[in-house]
């Protein structure tokens, strides 16, 4: 069984940083991209970032861009997400998230397994 | 930037047919991916690549495309489908970019 476990979410002022984690498990983590999804009190989701399998892909949201860093390390099953000179409008549940795609390719195009997601509160 | 566009509603009543829209520029070069989400629950993949069903998923739920719109159509709707649904594609500018539509909260009355 596929599960993913974020951890790391909390409480943080404005221009503060944060490093969420996820713990991955029930697959064969080296595989697959990973991505991160967020959603804000109330709203839409927005996807943040994706990072493939070896690390030799990465994507970002213009709105995170140069801001965060997304990193795995394969030897532990694990994703994380480095949040740097944080905003309020970055308030939001993150989810991490299995890339679709089949084993062993470039970022792929959506999500087939999603855990339950970390807050994130950006406030003075 | 790329946009989806989604109803932010639609109301049916149960057994009937639900039909959720999703348009955007990019959708002819891309695929359209539909999640489902209930209150206080991770949005679980109910179609991919247009029309694929994911194993577990019940075949009431069914994907389409043409041209710039994609449907997610629920057949015999249920009490239990009543969620957001959010259509998902990429941008086909050549920049590597995941984008959402805004949501449709379907109400099963």
């Known amino acids: 069984e596929v599960q993913l476990v974020e951890s790391g979410g909390g409480l943080v002022q404005p221009g503060r940083s944060l490093r969420l984690s996820c713990a991955a498990s029930?697959?064969?983590?080296?595989?697959?991209?990973m991505h991160w999804v967020r959603q804000a009190p109330g709203k839409g989701l927005e996807w943040v970032s994706g990072?493939?399998?070896?690390?030799?892909?990465?994507g970002y949201a213009d709105s995170v861009k140069g801001r965060f860093t997304i990193s795995r390390d394969n030897a532990k099953n694990s994703l994380y997400l480095q949040m740097n000179s944080l905003r309020a409008e970055d308030t939001a549940l993150y989810y991490c998230?299995?890339?679709?795609?089949?084993?062993?390719?470039?970022?792929?195009?959506?999500?087939?397994?999603w855990g339950q997601g970390t807050l994130v509160t950006v406030s003075s | 930037s790329y946009e989806l566009t989604q109803p932010p509603s639609v109301s049916v009543s149960p057994g009937q047919t639900a039909r959720i829209t999703c348009s955007g520029d990019a959708l002819p070069k891309q695929y359209a991916y539909w999640y489902q989400q209930k209150p206080g629950q991770a949005p679980v993949l109910v179609i991919y690549?247009?029309?694929e069903r994911p194993s577990g998923i019940p075949e009431r739920f069914s994907g389409s495309s043409s041209g710039t719109t994609v449907t997610l159509t629920i057949s015999g709707v249920q009490a239990e489908d009543e969620a957001d649904y959010y259509c998902q594609s990429a941008d086909s500018s050549g920049t590597y970019r995941v984008v959402f539509g805004g949501g449709t909260k379907l109400t099963v009355l």
């Open positions: 029930g697959f064969t983590f080296d595989d697959y991209a």
């Open positions: 990072i493939s399998w070896n690390s030799g892909s990465i």
């Open positions: 690549k247009d029309s």
């Open positions: 998230a299995k890339d679709g795609n089949v084993p062993g390719l470039d970022l792929g195009y959506y999500f087939d397994y």
